[in-house]
């Protein structure tokens, strides 16, 4: 699309920028909004066996999930942080409300 060149050159010294709470948006899942958890996994061989969680990675146990149907429950810890922050910006914006799970003053509803 095509601009002109002042408007270029404002966007590019003042970005638009919005402030979004990130209250549980590490924490929950962005298909059914409920509680994630680590994943654990089992280290050491023969009788030296321990489980572990993997820190790197959340999943989603909800069995009706979209994700958990298609195989796909187990996300990358930053990825799924970065698409619940922007889908609560983007709520925020659009709509001048927080999605309630997303919400600081709504938190009997996560529970």
Wanted: hydrophobic fraction near 25%; charge should be positive.
């Amino acid at each position: 699309m095509w601009r002109p060149l002042e408007t270029k050159k404002k966007h590019r010294y003042y970005p638009p920028v919005a402030i979004t709470n990130e209250h549980n948006t590490s924490q929950t899942c962005i298909y059914c909004y409920k509680k994630l958890s680590h994943p654990y996994k089992v280290m050491g061989k023969n009788e030296k066996k321990k489980i572990q969680t993997v820190n790197g990675t959340f999943q989603c146990e909800n069995t009706n999930c979209v994700s958990f149907k298609s195989n796909k429950a187990s996300r990358n810890r930053d990825q799924l942080s970065s698409m619940a922050i922007g889908l609560a910006g983007c709520s925020r914006l659009l709509f001048g409300a927080t999605i309630p799970v997303f919400d600081q003053s709504n938190t009997d509803l996560y529970n």
